[in-house]
């Protein structure tokens, strides 16, 4: 056990010589054990290929989410983690069903798609008509006149995804205001080997709810030059996609009860659904087991801090976010007790280490903690902090909040697509990830002082 530490005062800053405060050198050690713990094999990458490759991927209100719910509540138990239970939360319930699209004319050629999230569904007899490419919103807005009757393909090149994924939320009814009666999006994504992207899109009010669906980005080109031929391309879009009532799932939680001050909590969390393609592993499996592994480190190298550390696997992140909204209501009494809310679901690449949020004295505690992973590379302290899944109760109870941040360079390639799968992921990474949760969420609940909001 790590012996209590005594701190002079609270406005303690005194600094070493390499600039980090003097309180951190109580936690040098144990941050070398947890590290050392979380990085000696690769339990996080093999506990995340158990989950993909035993139930696949995890969208809400499916039966694979349930069973995913199911297990980890198992295994936290099998871990001797304290209180594990689940929250019930109400979920939407969207079911793709078989779905294609294809060129008619002038020649045929299958696409590669994938529909969008929540979407509605086509005809049984699929919905063929002429395709008018446009590049963007204005664009869009440019051609409003020739567009009833027709499908749109919004062909615009990835830039970011805050950017870019505006016009797979909003394409479906920016153009059914002006008559389309369908739409196709570039999947948001760099350009990869010809994979359509899925993800959540969003009807407006007060507009005809028209299917819409995301074509790779090779494809999105092909009949993008077959209209600039001068040539009508009539493209037959076939989709089952339905929304049932709201079904019931769970968040899951699981604790390491505080040694002195359990009603005071650190949350690690990571969202537990997935869409319904590829295993789910990068988006959010990885951050779910990275989040876990913080506590049964902990736990199996004895090290039980002052406070409560709770992972949250969470559900209905992709296409609803009821896991955070029921959490924040469920827990609002508790909500002043919570220390700080961590993230993690930008993937399990290697990590840099975490986007902040909060007050300026918060931030550099944060980055004092940050320095003792200077040993795996993920000192930084960035601004974010801004998880789906957190935010609610963030900004509820005016906590710190924190985002795991890694090397994204990998992440939108597969991000929602059948290539999500536990492959992609490099176990020592991974392992360096689960360190970095660890590490942060010790000291967190371990220091001598509340970390101030
Ligand atoms: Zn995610």
Known sequence: MVALVLLASPGTMRADSDGAPAWLDNYRAPAARLISEATRDHFAWNRLAELTDTIGNRLSGSPQLDRAIAWAVTEMKRDGLDNVH????????????SESAEVVSPSRQPLAMLGLGDSVGTPRDGIAAVVVVVHGFDELEAHAAGLRGRIVLLNVAFTNYAETSAYRRAGASRAARYGAVAVLVRSIGPDGLRLPHTGALDYA???????AAALSGEDADLVERMTMRGEKVVVRLKMEAHTEPDAESANV?????????????VVVSGHLDSWDVGAGATDDGGGCVVSWEALRIMKKLGLRPRRTVRVVLWTNEENGGRGGLAYRDQHRAELP??????????????????????????????AGIATLLAPIGASAIVAGGDGADITPSVREGHMPGLSLEVDGSRYFLIHHTQADTVDKIDPAEMA??????TVMAYVLAEMPLRLGS
């Open 86 to 97: 689940t929250e019930k939360v109400m979920v939407p319930k969207w079911i793709r069903g």
């Open 205 to 211: 009010s007060g507009v005809p709810r028209i299917p």
């Open 253 to 265: 939680i699981g604790e390491l009860r505080g040694r002195e001050q359990p009603d005071e909590i």
């Open 337 to 366: 007790k919570h220390v700080a809310m961590i993230e993690a679901d930008n993937g399990v690449f290697r990590p840099l280490g975490f986007g902040f949020a909060g007050s300026d004295t918060a931030r550099q505690a944060v």
């Open 432 to 437: 360096r990830c689960a360190a970095a949760m």
